[in-house]
């Protein structure tokens, strides 16, 4: 679509950036702490344990001080379920709230919005232990962590997101270290898409809960959504992307938006043997909710085609941004037409603009990006300079392809890439940076933990200062 003049962005438009909890703070088993499900796996080879991250629970301060630095409008963080409630329920600790309402503050110091994601990967340990989401409990547990951080930080948080990423634990919890299967499962797709269930409902009663305790506060779920393209234009690979599509990116919202079941995913689960069990009130509780925005992360698009259903699986390795095969349904290839990141995962910023134009034409919501950007390896220079160009390129690609989306007449909340800070990758250790601040940190070195500004730092500063209208080096 061409436009004569594009439209700017709105006036009030959140730039900022992302981080999760035990990603960046470290501190894992400080101050009252319990242990969360990252700090009890066994770590991908090569790569570091969570147990230090980038130090951002002793750090805030300086960090949030770098991130008003370059203007912030606000600050995506998680706030860690084990560091409020060590065993996941019951008993708080003092000095998990504490840290919290300092890092909040911090942020308001500054005029910067806090943007709280409610769980990012971190199920406490002890929860795992009685069956993690699996357990119908799970329902109860969140809403009592969710209960929690309404009364604690309420009073100050006007933005918060359910659960990061609901798709990606559901499709892909073996890589990020979040699946918890009980010994006796014997139907995995079952086991699974029943603790996508509890999710789901606890999602959908914080949303509740969150509206009647926080009258002015506004709540959305936060999936990674991402279009994904049919190979040809072969009919049966339309209906291959349609599957697919489905599966990993309409399920989630639509229940979140619509609170309903998906009718191609209940059928393909029903294939399986894999529909969920409702508990009583669980139709009425997903069909309550109702979120006021859609907050969801974009890395690239994925394409498939059509896959007969006697198709072998070979060892196919898969992650948030490599769907993996699914016999009968899709067949996952790679798209010819996009260049690669350096660890593999596809560069497509105008499958943005065709992904916001999609998810504002199925839900008529207000779409806040709070995940997006290039995970590279960096080189600290002699003189503590960071060269980043290929971030400032991947980055400045994608912004343009928001200003077209809303000259679509998409309405646009706010831009929050990964990452503010580099931090441990999921599985990639910290090799793989995101962040517009360098830590001086390797793998198994924690070094001096030194933050420097990259010149996506300097860079980004001048897009925010121009609400996104100099885009230039
Ligand atoms: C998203 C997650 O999947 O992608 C983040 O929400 C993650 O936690 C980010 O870090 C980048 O992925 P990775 O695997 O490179 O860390």
Partial sequence: MHHKTLKPFPDNFFWGASTSAYQVEGAALEDG?????????VVPEGTSDLSVSVDH???????????????FKSYRFSISWSRLLPQGVGEVNPKGIAFYNNLIDECLKYGIEPIVTMFHFDMPAALDERGSWGNPESV??????????????????????????????TLAGPIIGTLHLPDNCTNVKKEIYQQNHHQLVAQA??????????????????????????NTNKPEDILASQNANAIRNWLYLDMAVKGRYNHLVWEYLGHFDAQPEFAPGDAQAL???????????????????????????????????????????????????????????????????ATLRTLYDRYHLPLLVTENGLGAY????????????????YLRAHIEQIQLAISDGVEMLGYNPWSAIDLISTHEGIKKRY????????????????RYRKDSFFWYKKVIASNGQDLTD
Avoid at 140 to 162: H, I, P, Q, S
Avoid at 379 to 391: A, F, K
Wanted: proline share 7%; with cysteine.
């Fill in 435 to 450: 962040g517009f601040i360098y830590v001086d940190r390797d793998e198994f070195d924690l070094k001096t933990l030194k």
């Fill in 287 to 353: 069909a309550q909710a109702q979120p006021d925005f859609i907050a969801f992360n974009y890395y690239n698009t994925s394409t498939v085609e059509y896959c007969p259903a006697e198709f072998e699986l070979g060892d196919e390795k898969s992650d948030q941004q490599k769907m993996l095969t699914e016999p009968g349904y899709y067949r996952a290839v790679s798209n010819p037409n996009l260049p690669k990141t350096e660890f593999g995962w596809e560069i497509d910023p105008i499958g943005f603009r």
């Fill in 378 to 393: 960096d080189s600290l220079t002699e003189d503590g300079r960071v060269h980043d160009p290929y971030r400032i390129n």
């Fill in 57 to 71: 629970y002793h750090r805030y301060k300086e960090d949030i001080a770098l991130m008003a630095e370059m203007g």
């Fill in 140 to 169: 109860n547990w969140f809403l009592e962590f969710a209960r929690l951080m309404y009364e604690n930080f309420g009073d100050r948080v006007k933005y918060w997101l359910t659960i990061n990423e609901q798709n990606v634990l």
């Fill in 205 to 230: 009663k914080a949303m509740v809960l969150c509206h009647e305790l926080l009258p002015e506060a506004k709540i959305g779920p936060a999936p990674n959504i991402a279009l994904i393209y049919p």
């Fill in 33 to 41: 702490k319990g242990p969360s499900c990252q700090d009890v796996k």
